[in-house]
Structures are given as structure tokens and as C-alpha cells.
């Protein structure tokens, strides 16, 4: 996990696109816009991203990059999820706290799936 210190935040853990085309990988990503999330939209965070690297056939999350507020705070799920051989499934089913940026999970899975089904 990598969480460097800038104005954005940025923070990641995993494989990224780079690295997945260099290995072949057949993945696609999702991306939920801060922007999109009640909190995005209270705090005024017009940029900020969270994008999810994933392995097309099992859903699997081979990577997590965020650009934004509290980037260093939000990791820590998408590396537990990642750590565990989550899915983007796993995402779309639980429940995030309303509103929290951690609902940007639950976004970029969901464009995840519509790029898989």
C-alpha cells in the first residue's frame, strides 16, 4: 500500500493498469466519482476519484486507486477486501455508512459489473 503525501490525497494498493496489460490480464475498471456520493457532494469534492482494477472472468480486485479526500483514510477497505480475494460482488453487497466516501466502493463495483455482464 502506498500513501503518499499530496495535495490531493492519493493513495493505492495493487496491480495497476500498466502492470496488468504488461501481464496479460483481461480486466476492466470501474471508477466511482466522489462527485457522485452525497458526501462528495457536501464537501465539494468535484474531482476526486476511486478506481478499481479488476479481473474480468472472477470479479476479483487486483487493484484500488484513489485521488481525492481522506484517499489515505478510504484504502484500507479495498486492501482488506483485496487481502480476503474479494470481489467486486462483495462491494455491491454490503453496506456503506450514508453519506460517506466509502460509498465510492459500491459506485465503481457497480461500473465494474456493467462492464462484465
Not at 83 to 110: I, Q, R, S
Request: with cysteine; charged share 20%.
Amino acid at each position: 500500500m502506498n500513501s503518499p503525501y499530496t495535495i490531493p490525497e492519493l493513495s493505492f494498493v495493487g496491480k495497476t493498469e500498466r502492470e496488468l496489460k504488461e501481464a496479460g490480464i483481461d480486466y476492466v475498471v470501474g471508477r466511482g466519482w466522489f462527485n457522485k456520493s452525497a458526501r462528495g457532494q457536501i464537501i465539494g469534492d468535484a474531482t476526486g476519484v476511486l478506481k478499481l482494477n479488476v479481473e474480468r472472468d472472477s470479479g476479483k480486485i487486483l487493484g484500488v486507486h484513489i485521488v481525492g479526500e481522506s484517499a489515505s483514510e478510504l484504502i484500507h477497505i479495498g486492501q482488506l477486501v483485496m487481502n480476503l480475494n474479494g470481489t467486486v460482488d462483495d462491494l455491491v453487497c454490503n453496506v456503506f455508512n450514508y453519506p460517506t466516501l466509502a460509498e465510492c466502493y459500491k459506485l465503481a463495483a457497480k461500473e465494474c459489473l456493467s462492464h462484465i455482464s
